[in-house]
């Protein structure tokens, strides 16, 4: 009897230890979303809980939001697409559900003037590069008067448009020398550019694109100089100029923008200003969406 007790006992015992060790534990570590070039290839689906959240508040459950948000991978390409209604466009197309979804030949004939953000249509390969004009450093001040290696060669806007004759031009400049430069005098080079522009090549369709936001961490390690402040003025006034000189001006700003205003993490570079591949697809989404 002794040791049928003990037995019963160890039995008992050995239970309870299994049940302690099947319990699960509570973890404060906070759930962290994929960066959206670190999804695995099969097709998963990520909840967002906030589309402007951060990947270490995203978990926040104060914050919710139903829609989720499918992440695949192309079959013919490196580059993650996203498909889905997170970002919905709310001017007057408000039905415009920003999913990459153009056609690379719309813009065979186009012409992309930019800076070192608009050198990431060509080398991600997204656009070829006998399409885009750009360069690191470029602003709207110093546009006019540099020469960018392009398929032509070592080349000036003006001349370049002269060769090209493209069926449309869109600039996008004043991200590098936001920090610095005033917003108005950036605002009338880029008239220049424009005027420069109608003059090289009168066929052309000019169109002007907003500059993208940053994200808040960047806005925040520059707080001295109101960084996103100055972007919405400075997309203001260009706004303003577009409609005086009556051409298309695109707002691409606030497809890349989270709830409280700032560069979406999921489209954002780890600097804070620059684009994810998928980032330059849906804008091309949002130009032929616009433009068609």
């Not at 390409?77 to 709310?90: C, K, M, N, R, W």
């Not at 709207?140 to 001349?159: K, R, S």
């Not at 600039?171 to 009338?188: E, F, P, T, V």
């Amino acid at each position: 009897m002794k040791f049928r007790a003990k037995a019963v006992f160890s039995l008992l015992l050995t239970a309870l230890l299994l049940t302690g060790c099947g319990t699960a534990v509570a973890s404060d570590t906070p759930e962290v979303l994929p960066s959206i070039d670190e999804v695995p290839g099969e097709a998963v689906s990520v909840e967002v809980k906030n589309a402007g959240a951060s990947p270490e508040n995203a978990a926040d459950s104060s914050v919710t939001s139903p829609d989720k948000v499918d992440i695949i991978r192309d079959e013919n390409e490196d580059v993650l697409t996203q498909q889905g209604p997170a970002y919905i466009d709310s001017s007057d197309k408000g039905e415009f559900s920003y999913t990459p979804d153009y056609d690379k030949e719309f813009f065979d004939d186009d012409l992309f003037i930019g800076d070192s953000i608009s050198t990431g249509y060509s080398g991600y390969g997204i656009i070829d590069e006998k399409n885009v004009f750009a360069k690191i450093g470029l602003n709207p001040l110093t546009a006019l008067d540099t020469e960018v290696t392009t398929t032509n060669g070592d080349i000036l806007l003006e001349d370049e448009l002269r060769i090209t004759q493209p069926k449309r031009a869109y600039i996008m400049l004043g991200s590098n020398g936001i920090d610095w430069l005033a917003c108005s005098n950036m605002r009338d080079a880029i008239g220049d550019i424009i005027d420069a522009a109608a003059a090289a090549s009168p066929d052309t369709q000019i169109v002007c694109l907003s500059i993208p936001p940053v994200t808040k961490e960047y806005d925040e390690a520059n707080e001295e100089l109101d960084v996103m402040d100055k972007i919405n003025t400075y997309n203001e006034l260009l706004e303003q100029l577009c409609g005086d000189k009556g051409i298309t001006y695109i707002d691409i700003t606030t497809m890349l923008e989270d709830n409280e205003g700032y560069f979406v993490y999921y489209y954002a570079e780890s600097d804070g200003m620059h684009f994810k591949p998928t980032a330059y697809k849906m804008l091309l989404s949002k130009i032929q969406y616009t433009l068609s």
